[in-house]
């Protein structure tokens, strides 16, 4: 009996698969077509979901890089002059902005003829729009760039960086520097030849080569500015260094950098001990 039955299901089994094939086998081909088409079409959803996920992440990536190194350039600059002086600092550039915003936006671009009220939002239904730069969205970009240009000169024209020609005032960053009460003597200096060694090279800018929708004005102070900062980390960095120059035997440099100041041998000796650890092509 138990023998029969088996029997009976290996036979309904094999019966039931080779219908299966069957029906498989005279299957339109269009149905094939359409499995595949909308496997596709999943495959590439997926794709845009896992790739907007890979987006968002990296955005928060970013924005953490930006946390951290705002953060990490304020505990240097309060470290290296003072916490009082670095609050009061942002105060005056805090105002400054405050008082640029109430100003009418100046011409530091070729300012469009009309305004315009439009405001961009992305859409799907934006994506199928030919041209993608409607002459409303080019409009509207032209005028944040009009706007952001001239509230930057503005600030800088309100802290006292910039003229009303737009000429960066050397003269006035290093009598802000000799006015400063903390730090020595060298600090002070070392600051100063900052400034006139990155003026020297923003003043040799080919600013009539310029690619980008600034004025020469703002592309020198661009390039000015972030020329500075490495200045002033790297002055910052040797008064420090002057604070513990006990932990440096300065004489195992022999005659190397003996034209230098202590402050710069041990600057050197830090700035060897650290390209050193990158490997032979800290260079490039």
């Not at 190194?69 to 942002?90: H, I, L, P, T, W």
């Not at 400063?180 to 990155?198: H, P, Q, Y």
């Not at 790297?234 to 035997?249: M, P, S, T, V, Y």
């Not at 710069?264 to 830090?270: A, D």
């Amino acid at each position: 009996m138990e023998m029969r039955l088996s029997n009976t299901n290996q036979n309904f089994d094999r019966k039931l698969a080779d219908y299966k094939i069957g029906v498989e086998a005279s299957r339109p081909s269009v149905c094939k077509s359409n499995s595949s088409a909308m496997a596709g079409k999943l495959i590439l959803a997926l794709a845009l979901v896992l790739l907007a996920a890979s987006s968002a992440s990296a955005r928060r990536a970013h924005a953490n890089d930006y946390v951290n190194a705002y953060y990490s350039r304020q505990k240097v600059m309060e470290f290296c002059f003072g916490r009082q002086f670095v609050r009061d600092e942002n105060t005056k550039i805090s105002a400054a902005r405050a008082s640029c915003r109430n100003q009418p936006t100046r011409a530091t671009l070729v300012e469009p003829k009309s305004k315009t009220t439009f405001e961009f939002k992305h859409t799907d239904e934006h994506l199928q729009e030919k041209p993608y730069f409607t002459q409303e969205m080019v409009r509207y970009l032209s005028e944040r760039a009009l706007a952001k240009t001239s509230n930057l000169t503005c600030v800088l024209r309100e802290l006292g960086y910039m003229d009303e020609n737009d000429h960066l005032n050397y003269d006035h960053l290093i009598a802000e520097i000799n006015a400063f009460s903390g730090g020595d003597a060298e600090f002070k200096s070392d600051l100063i030849t900052s400034v006139n060694g990155c003026k020297d090279m923003a003043n040799c800018l080919p600013l009539t080569k310029i690619a980008f929708p600034l004025t020469p004005a703002l592309m020198r102070w661009s390039n000015f500015s972030k020329c500075h900062v490495g200045g002033v980390y790297q002055a910052c960095i040797k008064k420090d260094l002057r604070e513990h120059a006990g932990e440096f035997e300065l004489d195992g440099l022999g005659n190397f950098l003996s034209d230098s100041s202590d402050s710069e041998k041990m600057y050197g000796v830090i700035w060897a001990r650290t390209v050193l650890d990158q490997g032979s092509d800290f260079l490039w």
